[in-house]
């Protein structure tokens, strides 16, 4: 069976996980206050420019979103997504759990935009409704497209304009940020918004992510929301270990040479079933792709190829995503065009 199923199928990318066996007998305090964390942490400010920011190593993307949307907002606050937004589709309401609502939007491509921004401001405006206080945005997103500069440079605008607070998650950031269409880099994103998180899970890591919050006030007593929302790990440096690894170089690192390869097998797979007439349900430039296939093709490549079906048949087409991750070989991606090829 060969996997285009998630970026998460499989363990650590060897170098990852050879560092974390060569610290394995070693001892050192928990909870993310160890030495590896603590140069995790110094290389990632320098790379997003910034010493003033905060770092913080979280288990996983959920656990990031749940901590920093119910640390940062009052109780009658609310936080705008995207309807495709991860925090209001595949997160099983532990946004809501927290007490708080999302009020949800149909994105354009699966993104935001300063209009859409107005539009939920002004639905909830008093005190008979949720107040708007936080806007949620992923890069990429959900569908694999991408905020450009601009745009990205006018969502921060208006949430500045409006009093919001602007958390981007970036679960699959690295694909992000090494995509040919990309024109905004880390440290840019950075300036730009109050909070956002580097995903490690989706990138060559065993498990964590990488929270950033620039924003003093919402990194106000942090750690004890960690705590209280059962996210702060006793072996923390295994965390810290993994995103040493994965940023030494910083852009020339092993972080980004993970991310490059896993947009370089998404790309051979998009232009090889292209050139096979196959039509596509949106355009993502990332480690994200979602080829519209004819339902007996996708029955007979589900024989040898795990992947997800994106959406329900209609009229004998079925839209699936192939997902790449560290571990793709071009030989798997072969194999899967040519059986296309055989079936189409």
């Known amino acids: 069976m060969i996997y285009f199923h998630s970026?998460?199928?499989?363990?650590?990318?060897?170098?990852?996980?050879?560092?974390?066996?060569?610290?394995n007998d070693e001892f050192t305090d928990g909870y993310g206050k160890d030495e590896y964390c603590e140069r995790a942490k110094a290389l990632i400010k320098e790379l997003i420019k910034s010493e003033d920011s905060d770092v913080h190593f979280m288990i996983g993307g959920t656990p990031c979103n749940i901590t920093v949307i119910a640390a940062s907002l009052r109780p009658y606050e609310s936080v705008i997504a995207a309807r495709s937004g991860h925090i209001y589709v595949h997160e099983t309401g532990a946004i809501e759990a927290t007490g708080h609502r999302i009020v949800t939007v149909d994105g354009i491509n699966g993104k935001l935009t300063p209009d859409l921004i107005?539009?939920?401001?002004?639905?909830?405006?008093?005190?008979?409704?949720?107040?708007?206080?936080?806007?949620?945005?992923?890069?990429?997103?959900?569908?694999?497209?991408?905020?450009?500069?601009?745009?990205?440079?006018?969502?921060s605008e208006k949430c500045k304009e409006l009093g919001l607070l602007l958390y981007v998650d970036g679960a699959r950031l690295g694909a992000a940020l090494t995509s040919k269409e990309s024109d905004l880099s880390i440290?840019?994103?950075?300036?730009?918004?109050d909070a956002f998180y580097i995903g490690g899970t989706k990138n060559g890591a065993l498990l964590g992510e990488a929270?950033?919050?620039?924003?003093?006030?919402?990194?106000?007593?942090?750690?004890?929301?960690?705590?209280?929302?059962?996210?702060?790990?006793?072996?923390?440096?295994?965390?810290?270990?993994?995103?040493?690894?994965?940023?030494?170089?910083?852009?020339?690192?092993?972080?980004?040479?993970?991310?490059?390869?896993?947009?370089?097998?998404a790309e051979k797979l998009r232009?090889?079933?292209?050139?096979?007439?196959?039509?596509?349900?949106?355009d993502s430039p990332t480690n994200q792709i979602f080829p519209i296939l004819p339902a007996k093709a996708v029955r007979e490549l589900q024989k040898d190829f795990f992947f997800y079906e994106w959406a329900k048949e209609e009229n004998g087409m079925i839209?699936?995503?192939?997902?790449?991750?560290?571990?793709?070989?071009?030989?798997?991606?072969?194999?899967?065009?040519?059986?296309?090829?055989?079936?189409?």
């Not at 970026?7 to 610290?23: E, F, M, N, R």
């Not at 440290?187 to 918004?193: I, M, N, V």
């Not at 232009?271 to 949106?282: A, E, I």
Request: proline content about 3%; charged content about 25%.
């Open 319 to 344: 839209p699936v995503r192939l997902v790449t991750s560290w571990g793709s070989k071009e030989s798997e991606v072969d194999a899967f065009l040519k059986r296309v090829k055989e079936l189409i």
């Open 7 to 23: 970026d998460y199928s499989q363990g650590a990318h060897p170098k990852v996980l050879d560092a974390i066996v060569k610290t």
């Open 211 to 265: 929270l950033v919050i620039n924003n003093k006030a919402m990194n106000e007593n942090f750690r004890f929301m960690i705590k209280r929302q059962g996210g702060l790990l006793a072996k923390g440096r295994l965390i810290g270990v993994q995103f040493e690894a994965l940023f030494k170089g910083g852009e020339n690192g092993l972080y980004y040479e993970i991310a490059s390869h896993e947009n370089a097998m």
């Open 187 to 193: 440290a840019e994103l950075s300036r730009l918004c």
């Open 118 to 155: 107005d539009k939920a401001w002004e639905e909830y405006s008093d005190e008979h409704t949720v107040k708007p206080r936080m806007v949620y945005i992923s890069e990429p997103t959900e569908i694999g497209t991408l905020y450009s500069r601009a745009e990205m440079t006018a969502i």
């Open 271 to 282: 232009n090889g079933l292209k050139n096979l007439g196959v039509k596509f349900y949106g």
